[in-house]
């Protein structure tokens, strides 16, 4: 899938922070093959709040937030929460994805998307790109750039979405 205009941006959140077309709106479909070779889908974690992340090891903004996906995932994990990374690396470095997911200590599921079906209902402007997915599986948050390490937009959107019950 070739984006027009998508690349590595490490930008920051847009100047009003809204998430646009997606905001309050159940998320896009979203489904892959793990590294592990299992199938998952984002509807499988329906009730959790799940922070969908696509990125790239080329992509050097991607690689400098991985620390911190990782550290949000580890602390919040028990409370109902985590992280969904998406791999939009081309196929055949599939060993490369599964290296920097070991250096990092990456412990979240990891979607191989190589040539962007997974995604290709996000509307990527580029790589990273982030979306928090509440309980009740609609888009509460994005980003269209890098996370930083303490991100104070991003953490007061995840205690606002894990105070939401678990929808019935």
Known sequence: MALAGTGCTGKSADADGKVGAFEGFVAPSLQGKTLSGDYIQLSDFRGKVV?????????????????ELGRLHGSLSAQGFTVLGVSVDKVGVRRVVENFVAKHGLKYPMILDP????????????????MLIGRDGKVRWRRDGIIKENDGELG????????????E
Do not use: M, R
């Open 115 to 130: 040539d962007g079906h997974a995604v290709g209902s996000f509307e990527l402007k580029g790589y990273p790109t982030s």
């Open 51 to 67: 922070l969908v992340n696509v990125w790239a090891t080329w992509c050097k903004p991607c690689v400098k937030e991985l620390p």
């Open 156 to 167: 007061k959107q995840i205690e606002l979405a894990l105070a939401q019950p678990v929808p």
